[in-house]
């Protein structure tokens, strides 16, 4: 079954302009019509859509799956399934495997495996440099030739800007956007936490904006030199956005996306619920929700330590207006699976990273439609066609003719987010117990349901 009616629905294809109630057919794998009263052929289902949004299949462009080699923390099957709940037709997975994705064997077996196991489409990153060492370049064509769909070290970043500099000349010679993960280690050092108010009242080693603005900054101005299309990945930091809201002014091909535990939380969630609550968090839920429960945690939860950190209220607010302007153009979850025992350490010692997938689309919709700072449509886009066009996927719109991705969702539907209700292999999420507004109701790919919430289907 790759035929399916969707009726009633607002469909939302920012790719066409298109917002308006409608129905969408989808046969053979294919979206066939978008408009209204459709009939089916004999035999296709219907999907009552009535009260939802029908989007295009959305995309995360940073999904990290661990396989193979970390297989304890997630695999192909898992992180798919995940991305599937969490309304994801198609994720973007990062290199930092064991061994690193930086060879053509390495790109087949993901390729493979997800088209085996996998639940949702999967386009594979390859490394920038061996072993995302940083010393030596990846065969960065052979990578491309394998199917890689960019380069990244996330993860890591390369320090040596000669380095960064030959890998954008190849990037740009075989057409490949180079996504980047901005950390200065100079900078950075061993920080664990934003360099601010919080690390000092916490006595943790502060990480300064510079250590992420520094790279942007490098990034800029090797975008303009080479003229390779850089992405900066999970940006946190408002001299961030500052600095690519002026370059972009200027026609520089640079780019970057948001993390929505970036433009939720701060580094006062470090101190503990209540800390947070009665400061940065005072106005989180006011404008989205009335009457929810906040949930609790202690201070030093290693849940909210992630790489790069939870930063000021400031740079929250950037972020978020960054998003709002346009400056940032894509969303992603930044989806980093560890297990229970490698967290439950001391916040020093605890690895980087938290479980994204299923929680990302309701915080978006939460901090940015239901607050009113951008549309339903623009924020959409952030997760369909803008990445699918910095990515060339082919993918992100309901055009007639494209790929039967679908995403239903109930932009106004709360709910909460139970630890044991996820896909994930892991557990690392901050947001268990959080009250969201906005549930995935269903993801279609290549027009099967791979994912459907309460709903039933009805055989015409
Ligand atoms: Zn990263």
């Given at each position: 079954?790759?035929?399916l009616?969707?009726?009633?629905?607002?469909?939302v294809?920012?790719?066409?302009?298109?917002?308006?109630?409608?129905d969408?057919l989808?046969?053979?794998?294919?979206?066939?019509?978008?408009?209204?009263?459709l009939?089916a052929?004999?035999?296709v289902?219907?999907?009552?859509?009535?009260g939802?949004?029908?989007?295009?299949?959305?995309?995360?462009?940073?999904?990290?799956?661990?396989?193979?080699?970390?297989?304890?923390k997630?695999t192909?099957?898992?992180?798919?399934?995940?991305a599937?709940?969490?309304?994801?037709a198609?994720?973007?997975?990062?290199?930092?495997t064991?061994?690193a994705?930086?060879?053509a064997?390495?790109?087949?077996?993901?390729?493979?495996?997800?088209?085996?196991?996998?639940?949702?489409?999967?386009?594979?990153t390859?490394?920038?440099?061996?072993?995302?060492?940083?010393?030596?370049?990846a065969p960065?064509?052979?990578?491309?030739?394998?199917?890689?769909?960019?380069?990244?070290d996330?993860?890591?970043?390369?320090?040596?800007n000669?380095?960064?500099?030959?890998?954008?000349?190849?990037?740009?010679?075989?057409?490949?956007?180079?996504?980047?993960?901005?950390?200065?280690?100079?900078?950075?050092?061993?920080?664990?936490?934003h360099e601010?108010?919080?690390?000092?009242?916490?006595?943790?080693?502060?990480?300064?904006?510079?250590?992420?603005?520094?790279?942007?900054?490098?990034n800029?101005?090797?975008?303009?030199?080479?003229?390779?299309?850089?992405?900066?990945?999970?940006?946190?930091?408002?001299?961030?956005?500052?600095l690519i809201r002026?370059a972009?002014?200027?026609?520089?091909?640079?780019?970057?996306?948001?993390?929505?535990h970036?433009?939720?939380?701060?580094?006062?969630a470090?101190?503990?619920?209540?800390?947070?609550?009665?400061?940065d968090?005072?106005?989180?839920?006011?404008t989205?929700?009335?009457?929810?429960?906040?949930?609790?945690?202690?201070?030093?939860?290693?849940?909210?330590?992630?790489?790069?950190?939870?930063?000021?209220?400031?740079?929250?607010?950037?972020i978020?207006a960054?998003?709002?302007?346009g400056?940032?153009?894509?969303?992603?979850?930044?989806h980093?699976?560890?297990?229970?025992?490698?967290?439950?350490?001391?916040?020093?010692?605890?690895?980087?990273?938290i479980?994204?997938?299923?929680?990302?689309?309701a915080?978006?919709?939460?901090q940015?439609?239901?607050?009113?700072r951008?549309?339903?449509a623009?924020?959409?886009?952030?997760?369909?066609?803008?990445?699918?066009?910095l990515?060339g996927?082919?993918?992100?719109?309901?055009?007639v003719?494209?790929?039967?991705?679908?995403?239903v969702?109930?932009?106004?539907?709360?709910?909460v987010?139970q630890?044991?209700?996820?896909?994930?292999?892991?557990?690392?999420?901050?947001?268990?117990?959080?009250?969201?507004?906005?549930?995935?109701?269903?993801t279609?790919?290549?027009?099967?349901?791979?994912f459907i919430?309460?709903?039933?289907?009805?055989?015409?």
């Amino acid at each position: 079954m790759n035929s399916l009616l969707l009726t009633g629905g607002r469909v939302v294809d920012p790719a066409n302009r298109f917002d308006s109630l409608a129905d969408v057919l989808l046969l053979n794998g294919k979206v066939s019509a978008v408009g209204k009263s459709l009939s089916a052929p004999a035999g296709v289902q219907k999907f009552d859509a009535r009260g939802k949004v029908v989007a295009p299949g959305l995309i995360d462009v940073h999904v990290h799956l661990r396989e193979p080699g970390q297989t304890a923390k997630e695999t192909i099957a898992t992180g798919t399934s995940a991305a599937a709940r969490g309304g994801f037709a198609s994720i973007v997975c990062m290199p930092n495997t064991a061994p690193a994705i930086d060879n053509a064997g390495t790109v087949a077996l993901i390729r493979e495996r997800a088209k085996t196991e996998g639940a949702v489409n999967v386009f594979v990153t390859g490394a920038i440099s061996k072993d995302l060492a940083g010393e030596e370049l990846a065969p960065i064509g052979g990578l491309k030739k394998a199917g890689v769909i960019a380069i990244t070290d996330d993860g890591h970043c390369v320090q040596n800007n000669d380095l960064m500099r030959r890998a954008c000349e190849y990037a740009r010679m075989f057409d490949l956007p180079l996504m980047d993960h901005c950390q200065d280690y100079s900078l950075v050092t061993d920080g664990v936490m934003h360099e601010g108010y919080w690390n000092v009242a916490l006595g943790l080693r502060g990480w300064p904006a510079a250590g992420e603005e520094m790279i942007v900054a490098r990034n800029i101005l090797l975008a303009e030199l080479t003229g390779a299309r850089i992405h900066c990945q999970h940006l946190s930091a408002a001299g961030s956005v500052a600095l690519i809201r002026e370059a972009k002014k200027r026609g520089v091909p640079i780019s970057g996306e948001a993390c929505p535990h970036h433009f939720t939380l701060t580094d006062a969630a470090v101190a503990g619920s209540e800390k947070f609550w009665a400061e940065d968090g005072k106005t989180l839920f006011r404008t989205s929700h009335s009457g929810v429960r906040t949930p609790k945690w202690p201070a030093y939860d290693t849940h909210f330590k992630m790489n790069p950190p939870l930063r000021s209220a400031g740079d929250r607010e950037a972020i978020l207006a960054g998003l709002a302007d346009g400056t940032i153009e894509i969303l992603a979850s930044d989806h980093a699976p560890h297990c229970d025992y490698e967290k439950e350490v001391e916040f020093d010692s605890a690895p980087f990273g938290i479980t994204g997938l299923e929680t990302e689309l309701a915080l978006s919709l939460m901090q940015l439609v239901h607050t009113r700072r951008l549309s339903l449509a623009d924020t959409i886009a952030k997760y369909t066609v803008n990445p699918a066009r910095l990515l060339g996927l082919g993918k992100g719109t309901l055009s007639v003719g494209a790929d039967a991705d679908v995403t239903v969702f109930d932009p106004e539907q709360d709910w909460v987010f139970q630890r044991e209700d996820s896909a994930s292999k892991s557990r690392n999420s901050p947001f268990f117990g959080w009250q969201l507004k906005g549930r995935v109701v269903a993801t279609i790919v290549a027009g099967r349901p791979v994912f459907i919430e309460q709903q039933t289907l009805a055989t015409v």
